[in-house]
Nanobody, 122 residues
């Protein structure tokens, strides 16, 4: 059974940086794409970034381009989302998800973590 556990969320000031982690277990990590999504009570779940199992291909949503970096360490079954120059509108619950050959749609992913809250104050 695949399980994902996020960590690293918290409360920060605008302009600060934060790195989220996602620990994967239950299957071969390097055969899964990992995606990061975020959600607020007012909006649908939004695609943030995706990385393929080998780490060779990365794709970013518009909100993440030039500020966020997705990466993974297949020796540690862990994926990361490094966020810089954070803005109040980045405040959300951030989720990591796993799926084979998954891209940017929520339906591409069969496994989800519980989420970690990020709050950015102005």
């Amino acid at each position: 059974q695949v399980q994902l556990v996020e960590s690293g969320g918290g409360s920060v000031q605008a302009g600060d940086s934060l790195t989220l982690s996602c620990v994967f277990s239950g299957d071969d990590f390097n055969t899964y794409s990992i995606g990061w999504f975020r959600q607020t009570p007012e909006k649908e779940r939004e695609f943030v970034a995706r990385i393929r199992g080998s780490g060779s291909s990365r794709w970013y949503g518009n909100s993440a381009k030039n500020r966020f970096t997705i990466s993974r360490d297949n020796t540690k079954n862990t994926a990361f989302l490094q966020m810089t120059t954070l803005k109040p509108e980045d405040s959300a619950v951030y989720y990591c998800a796993a799926g084979r050959l998954a891209d940017r749609d929520v339906s591409d992913y069969g496994y989800w973590g519980q989420g970690t809250q990020v709050t950015v104050s102005s």
